[in-house]
């Protein structure tokens, strides 16, 4: 099983669209939760941390479930710049990031 | 604004031949890291460093090794490059003690092993 599982998408949706990604972990130690967003043939970069109270920045809303072991992303409004792979990331420790593979998600116009 | 980064976007090398991925970053960061990228296995860690000459091995340092002789440098060495080898690799940095939410990367290589 891995770490860190993620639906690999392609998630297909139209502008405007609210869209939600999920993700699971298997460490119940596990100690921050992050989503990064990774363009075409470019480098991760953060998007958000998660926190347990949930969090929000804008259009985007992040959510961990400490029991369940989840975590989740929504985007309300999408926007063709939204397309893009977003990446679940657990901190095992702070030398230690598990990354998942990868939710990748398609606005069209 | 963080900088990190790596000596070539593109690689092509041939088998048994060894290889230098260079890394560079510019906050004085104390962590750096190397990864690998492939489909469907998302990003693993190779090696990392948390200081000046300091190395720890990651899930998959097998065929690989590293050297930090200077703060701001971190390379990742093939010592005889496989086919299996073929991917994207990744450099990060980080202040120590920062749980992932300050982690930078490289552009990234893209190694194609012939």
């Known amino acids: 099983r891995k770490e860190v599982e993620q639906d690999p998408g392609p998630f297909n949706v139209p502008e405007g669209a609210t869209v939600a990604f999920n993700c699971t972990y298997s460490?119940?130690?596990?100690?921050?939760f992050f989503w990064y967003r990774q363009d075409c043939r470019k480098e991760p970069k953060l998007l958000m941390s998660?926190?347990?109270s949930g969090n929000e920045d804008g259009r985007f809303t992040a959510q961990l479930n400490r029991a369940s072991q989840y975590i989740s992303l929504l985007i309300r409004d999408s926007k063709l710049s939204d397309s893009a792979t977003y990446l679940c990331?657990?901190?095992?420790?702070?030398?230690?990031?598990?990354f998942g593979s990868g939710t990748r998600l398609l606005v069209r116009p | 604004d963080v900088k990190v980064t790596q000596s070539s976007r593109y690689l092509v090398k041939r088998t048994g031949e060894k290889v230098f991925l260079e890394c560079v970053q510019d906050?004085?960061?104390?962590?750096m890291f190397w990864y690998r990228q492939d489909p469907g296995l998302g990003l693993r860690l190779i090696y990392f460093?948390?200081?000046?000459?300091?190395?720890e091995k990651g899930d998959i340092p097998e065929g690989y090794s590293v050297s930090r002789e200077k703060k701001e440098r971190f390379s990742l060495i093939l010592e005889s490059a496989s086919t299996n080898q073929t991917s994207m690799y990744l450099c990060?940095?980080?202040?120590?003690?920062?749980?992932?939410?300050?982690?930078?990367f490289g552009p990234g290589t893209r190694l194609l092993v012939l």
């Open positions: 990060a940095s980080k202040l120590e003690g920062a749980w992932g939410e300050t982690q930078y």
């Open positions: 460490n119940s130690a596990s100690q921050s």
């Open positions: 998660v926190y347990s």
């Open positions: 990331v657990v901190a095992d420790s702070s030398y230690k990031l598990i």
């Open positions: 906050m004085d960061h104390e962590n």
């Open positions: 460093s948390y200081d000046v000459k300091m190395k």
